[in-house]
């Protein structure tokens, strides 16, 4: 992997970090998500025609946008979701670890990445990292020998917010080779936007999300910037990097999820999350260099 893409991965996961911070910190944090997400469209509508002078808009490229967008719909519903159930230290971790394993493991037969001994060790160290940072006392506190409807309720949100994840992103490794990043960023806001917007009006959800925007335009404005930085960062580093490694690379953005949970949020921040820290960092160099 080249330094750039490592630079750029890691910026994206430094910013996907806070944004998820200022998400969870919104009272209603689906509400935040489709304010910030409207931003991002309107931040897009002139970055779109920009884009034009970089190049072209083949089609196919347009149509793999707006799948990826929609998939970032239902991804940003399910997380909205979840920040209201649980906290960003145990929902965070969670799936984007298990997330960034599917990714690698599909990429294979999908994509036709092929991952080096290096590689996979990195892969397997990151995830073992990930873990070792949600702790494995808070995961028997979460799930419990018996499962409550709440907790299996719960359960059934993460799995699917994983699954979406796991699908944009990979669609993501296609849509970049065949559309620049900045319109591929456009053209999946837009559909990401649409899709969001059809479920806050069935859902009836509109009251909570005047309501979310009268207490926090500020946050939310910086939110939503904040959360396209990161996007096309990543975007970016697609057009230098196989998707296997990147998306497990990005997961160092739990060491900054439970820092700034700890001191944004308030949530306890065990110092036996400390091997986990170093474990995922080592995962790390090893995809660096594989």
Known sequence: MTWAAFALVLGSAFLHALWNTLAKRARDSVGFLWCSQTIITMVCLPLA?????????????????LASGLAQAAYLILLGSAYDRADLSLVY????????????????PLLGETISGRGLSGVALVTLGVFLIQTAWRFRNWAGSQMAPSSLALAGLLAALTAFIAAYQLIDKVGVGLLNPLAYLCWTSFADQLGFTVWVLAARRRALVRAEWGRSRGLIFA??????V????????LTLAQVSYLAPMRNFSMVFAVVLGATVLRERLAWSRLPGVLILLGGVVLLRWA
């Open 49 to 65: 025609v920009g884009s034009l002078a970089v190049g072209a808009w083949p089609l196919a490229g347009v149509l793999v946008a």
């Open 93 to 108: 971790p969670l799936v984007r670890a298990v997330a960034a394993c599917v990714v690698a493991g599909l990429a294979v």
């Open 223 to 228: 939110g939503g910037l904040i959360s396209l």
């Open 230 to 237: 990161s996007y096309l960062l990543l975007l970016w580093a």
